[in-house]
């Protein structure tokens, strides 16, 4: 069976003083994790170690929103793996979206840090999806199979273990619109395709494809029984920890 997760991104978002209370009340509302299922905040780099050490007692895990692909270097303002291992997180977002538009990552650029992940043995969730305007022209498939084989040229079937992918239709983030569950899943299974042409059937089914497009408790139950999707990046819905909690219970529920 493949795992389940539930991530959340907490973009640009909060500060250090709520911390201990989210978390508190995240822990409070959500239910006992099945041994399948995973919990991910991916928040700031400033809270990075304070978040590690507040859910060191738990079985949730703090990760980085990016990291560069060098461990040391004349690059202001980047943080490396290393330095998010010394703090005892062992995840990373890669890719996402906004760092792809707003800051100029390329196809390359995001191969450099997936490579560098599997090389210092951490997670990534690698974030891939189409604009509305590519979604429009009708080449879904095209952006998000060049995204994909770009971040994963030179990685291999090994790092299935630690790899996660997360589609996130640029359109419907922040927007308050969403994919139907119907398009997410053919996207996802799209995607399962894509791995299993790169890694093999074996590694493919062991990815989980998580849907990163204005996830909420909403419309959780229904995207989370489609068959390839596997969890949810969670953005908006993820500043509240109540409703946060909720996702988590219906990510529950969908694990037979």
């Known amino acids: 069976m493949r795992r389940k997760i539930l991530a959340a991104n907490w973009k640009m978002n909060k500060r250090s003083s709520e911390l201990s209370e989210y978390f508190e009340t995240f822990k409070k ?6 041994p399948s299922s995973e919990i991910v905040f991916a928040v700031p780099y400033v809270f990075l170690e304070k978040s590690a050490q507040l859910l060191a007692q738990t079985t949730f895990k703090a990760a ?4 560069h692909w060098e461990k040391d270097g004349a690059f202001t303002g980047e943080i490396s793996l290393p330095m998010i291992k010394e703090m005892g997180v062992k ?3 890669v890719g996402h979206s906004e760092r792809r538009q707003f800051f100029g990552e390329t196809d390359q650029m995001v191969g450099r ?3 560098a992940c599997e090389k210092e043995g951490v997670f990534a969730i690698l974030c891939v999806g189409e604009t509305l305007e590519q979604r429009d022209q009708g080449i879904t498939n095209v952006v ?3 995204q994909i084989l770009g971040a994963l040229a030179h990685i291999t079937a090994n790092y299935a273990a630690l790899l996660a992918i997360a589609y996130e239709p640029v359109w419907a983030i ?3 619109r969403s994919a139907t569950s119907e398009m997410a899943q053919e996207v996802h299974q799209f995607i399962r395709s894509i791995l299993m042409s790169r890694f093999g059937e074996k590694a493919a089914n062991q990815i989980p494809i998580l849907y990163g497009g204005s996830m909420k408790p909403a419309n959780a139950k229904e995207l989370l029984a489609q068959p390839d999707v596997d969890g949810g990046l969670v953005g908006g819905a993820s500043l509240s920890a109540k409703d946060f909690a909720d996702l988590a219970k219906i990510l529950g529920e969908s694990i037979s």
């Open 174 to 176: 922040g927007t308050g």
């Open 144 to 146: 998000v199979e060049e």
């Open 64 to 67: 980085a929103q990016n990291v």
């Open 113 to 115: 840090k997936m490579s």
């Open 29 to 34: 509302h959500s239910p006992t994790l099945k």
């Open 91 to 93: 995840t990373t977002l």
